[in-house]
């Protein structure tokens, strides 16, 4: 398993406050979501709405044990947004959509309990 889906792994190392200012992370709702067949490791296309201020972005998403097109568009889900965008395959992934690994290492989305505005950042 991958060190970083290892929840009995010890804490990164210290940063500083302003390194974690420097991870963009905003809530978007998904507008759209599809199966990405041709990718490696099964995977989701999904197209989330981050607001005015950045826009619509795309985000392959390794999240098909939990989740289904027909249930993802309008959830909101957190992203990193300010990562440079990532070839995967043919499509082109433009934002980190966020989990955690569940007990047997399959992601679990991260999301506001309560609906906040498209955009919104973390901190």
Known sequence: MHLLHDSNAPAAATITFDQFLAVDIRVG???AAEPYPEARK???KLRI????GIGVKQSSAQITR???CATLVGRQVAAVVNFPPRQIGK???????LGFPDE????VMFKPDIKV???ARLF
Do not use: K
Request: glycine share 12%; no cysteine; net charge negative.
């Open 29 to 31: 709702t998904i507008v």
């Open 42 to 44: 099964p995977a989701l």
């Open 49 to 52: 709405d981050f607001g005015n």
């Open 66 to 68: 939990h989740y289904d």
């Open 91 to 97: 499509f082109m992934s433009e934002v980190l959509t």
């Open 104 to 107: 047997n290492g399959e992601v």
């Open 117 to 119: 505005p498209n955009g």
